[in-house]
């Protein structure tokens, strides 16, 4: 398998990389026809859909680092690949993060915790993807604002979650960074460039 992606390259990962969501969709899809089935395991679903993350994002991140160290390409190619790709990461493991936040409720699983007018927070509540993509945000970045407030463990052990995947993602990325500038007059054999 790793010879299969590793001749791609990274062509094909970023229209691959959204089906990371397709967990999420089927989820909802069972959250609207069966309401009573899905709110009796949601704390589980919760878990799975935690540990499907982090199993699914250390894989691609050792494949990407993997792919990166093999090429054959000329350095700053591949680098630029790889920038584009942890950029795409990035933003699918906010949505992912965002979207499971939504689906299990985020006025359940987070209190807001600054002093706002009523209509302020009602307005908040009419916009409750909004509210979870920003918690997904502030969460992942590692900013910490502190207006959001976890209410349930397992909302604690979600945010734990996303907080170690943000930071393992921005170390993995410094050091291919470092590398390439270790390594920077490094090129492709001739002939083996990416046309």
């Given at each position: 398998?790793?010879?299969?992606i590793?001749?791609?390259?990274?062509?094909?990962?970023?229209?691959?990389?959204?089906?990371?969501?397709?967990?999420l969709f089927?989820?909802?899809?069972?959250?609207?026809?069966?309401?009573?089935?899905?709110?009796?395991?949601?704390?589980?679903?919760?878990?799975?859909?935690?540990?499907?993350?982090?199993?699914?994002?250390?894989?691609?991140?050792?494949?990407?680092?993997?792919?990166?160290?093999?090429s054959?390409?000329?350095?700053?190619?591949?680098?630029?690949?790889?920038?584009?790709?942890?950029?795409?990461i990035?933003?699918?493991?906010?949505v992912?993060?965002?979207?499971?936040?939504?689906?299990?409720?985020?006025?359940?699983?987070?209190?807001?915790?600054?002093?706002?007018?009523?209509?302020?927070?009602?307005?908040?509540?009419?916009?409750?993807?909004?509210?979870?993509?920003?918690?997904?945000?502030?969460?992942?970045?590692?900013?910490?604002?502190?207006?959001?407030?976890?209410?349930?463990?397992?909302?604690?052990?979600?945010?734990?979650?996303?907080?170690?995947?943000?930071?393992?993602?921005?170390?993995?990325?410094?050091?291919?960074?470092?590398?390439?500038?270790?390594?920077?007059?490094?090129v492709?054999?001739?002939?083996?460039?990416?046309?």
């Amino acid at each position: 398998m790793l010879s299969m992606i590793y001749k791609s390259n990274l062509t094909y990962a970023p229209l691959l990389l959204p089906l990371l969501l397709l967990p999420l969709f089927a989820e909802w899809a069972w959250k609207i026809s069966f309401p009573a089935a899905f709110s009796g395991v949601r704390e589980w679903v919760l878990v799975a859909d935690i540990v499907y993350i982090i199993v699914v994002r250390v894989l691609l991140l050792d494949t990407m680092m993997f792919i990166f160290t093999r090429s054959r390409r000329v350095l700053h190619v591949t680098l630029i690949r790889v920038v584009g790709l942890y950029l795409e990461i990035t933003v699918i493991t906010i949505v992912y993060f965002a979207l499971l936040f939504y689906l299990l409720d985020v006025f359940e699983l987070f209190h807001y915790n600054a002093s706002i007018s009523a209509a302020s927070l009602a307005n908040i509540q009419q916009h409750s993807f909004m509210a979870a993509l920003y918690i997904s945000t502030v969460t992942f970045t590692t900013l910490g604002l502190g207006d959001w407030v976890p209410q349930t463990l397992n909302a604690m052990m979600a945010v734990s979650a996303e907080v170690i995947l943000g930071v393992v993602q921005a170390g993995v990325f410094m050091a291919i960074v470092i590398y390439a500038l270790q390594n920077k007059e490094v090129v492709a054999p001739k002939g083996s460039l990416d046309q």
